[in-house]
């Protein structure tokens, strides 16, 4: 019988899977279920017309930009679904509805199709439309509404998020706002609160990014080291009566950290792709969102954090490249 060759050589891919770009992101999209539910939960039929409005006019974004440059129409691989999705979680819940189809006109057409598409793309999609959103009309993405059932219109109270009344106010007003500490935690906790459409329960977010951990679809370590740097930091400087006396599990809880750390920090586009430059994406997320939270003007920092951080991406990548197989260097002199 004749030996079967031990190494065969052919041309890349070496390595096939079954794993499609449309099967991992529509596996997103069914992560982001649970913090859709609760969304419309908290803050009604609004909150559903903003989500429906914003993943149509990213769909049709991206449909107008490919037809116009004569591309195959690629909406069934679903990463402009989640780039609709994403941008409607980062806002708040009573903005105009013309609000989702201009942030998402900038992030398919400018941020994603301008360099190339899917894949080609420098900055997160999504975070880049909040951004020019945030910058271009400050007060329609400041202005936060109270969660008031899934029945609730437009009627509803304004108020500031946990974070904004830390920031400004103290630890002192935000129990007042919550009655005491174990229900301040247990209202983040389920999403309660004011804040961005899908940023508000971090048990739907967990839940989601537990599926997605599962299917393997993201790691460990962007989220980790992310979210470590900012408890620590927190902990560290973000008290105000000295180092060591900041509550970092109210940190980590009470703004977009945890849909920022799970779902676009780890964006396969603008993420590193080496683990070890993920740690330090991750670490320099956490360190620019903790400065910007504690001596910024914004009580919010994840979203510049992550787009200041997407800038490095090709630079970690290629400081911690790993090493060709049988790669042997050659040292100074030939040996």
Known sequence: MAEQPKLLVSVSPHIQSEETVAKI???VNISLIPAFLMSVYYFGIRALAVITVSILSAVATEVVVQRLSKKKVTISDGSAFITGLLLAFNLPSGVPLWIPVIGNVVAIAITKQIF??????IFNPALMGRAFLLASWPR???TWYEPSGIMAGLDVKTTATPLAILKEEGMGKLIEVFGDKTNLYTELFIGHRAGSLGETSIIALLIGAAYLIYKGYITWHIPASFLGTVAVLTWIFGGKNGLFTGDPLLS???GGLILGAFYMATDYVTCPSVRKAQILFGLGAGVITVLIRLKGGYPEGVCYAIL???CFTPMLD???KTEKFGLVRVKEGGK
């Open 116 to 121: 190339g598409g899917l894949g080609y793309n």
């Open 308 to 310: 200041l951080m997407n």
């Open 25 to 27: 992101m529509w596996s």
């Open 318 to 320: 290629r400081r911690f």
């Open 252 to 254: 980590l809880i009470s």
């Open 140 to 142: 329609i993405m400041t």
